[in-house]
């Protein structure tokens, strides 16, 4: 099976191209502003132009409101939602595009039993760091705790993910896919392209193992 790939963060056209130079399957666009990874609507028209077909461009929400959603979408053509807050299950899909539902696993949180509280999310990414906080803090988790665990739909691996960490990490649990910002970074929102080629090489190393 094929690992998926989607780099977050983006805050440039240039590291956009970048990742779908390697190989990335999709880029992350941040849109709380409380995130040093930030950019608003005119920027992420700008780094979704730089985007060749295929792939997709997925926007990043913690707890906004309707309107700042909808302001967004009007103006930047995203192939996807990904939710970080405490949405409601009911609201996330009613934007007219598939929804990520990002899934904070610190303090023990059980993620079937979250997961099936968004019955139409598209997939769901499980993360290390505490629920309802946005990510890329670079804290890795124990893979060894999600080995066998089985979601309603595909789910992605993120947290603390680098080059040098990412082939233990999809040996250990076989995410359908892996989502990481910070561990490609030469600094918070700048993606080094050196660091974005070892790890989509390590992620083709170890997607040929058996």
């Known amino acids: ?93 009613t934007f007219g595009l598939p929804y990520i539902k990002a899934v904070g696993l610190a303090g023990g949180t059980d993620a079937a039993a979250y997961a099936a509280a968004y019955p139409d999310a598209a997939a769901f990414l499980l993360d290390s760091h505490a629920p309802g906080a946005a990510g890329g803090t670079g804290r890795t988790m124990d893979w060894s705790t999600l080995r066998g665990l089985v979601l309603p739909r595909p789910w992605l691996l993120a947290g603390g993910l680098n080059p040098d960490n990412v082939a233990e990490a999809i040996a250990t ?13 030469s600094a918070p929102g700048i993606k080094d392209a050196a660091l974005i080629e070892r790890l989509m090489n390590e992620v083709r190393r170890v997607d040929c193992q058996p």
């Open 173 to 185: 649990v076989r995410p359908w896919g892996i989502d990481l910002s910070s561990g490609v970074e």
């Open 1 to 93: 099976m094929r690992t998926r790939v989607k780099i977050c963060g983006i805050t440039r056209p240039e590291d956009a191209e970048t990742a779908a130079r390697c190989g990335a399957d999709a880029i992350g666009l941040v849109f709380h502003p409380r995130s040093p990874r930030y950019v608003d609507a005119a920027r992420a028209r700008e780094i979704v132009a730089a985007l060749p077909p295929f792939v997709a461009a997925v926007g990043l929400f913690l707890d906004a409101r309707r309107e700042t959603i909808e302001a967004v979408l009007a103006e930047v053509p995203l192939t996807l939602l990904q939710f970080h807050g405490d949405e409601c299950p009911a609201d996330c899909g």
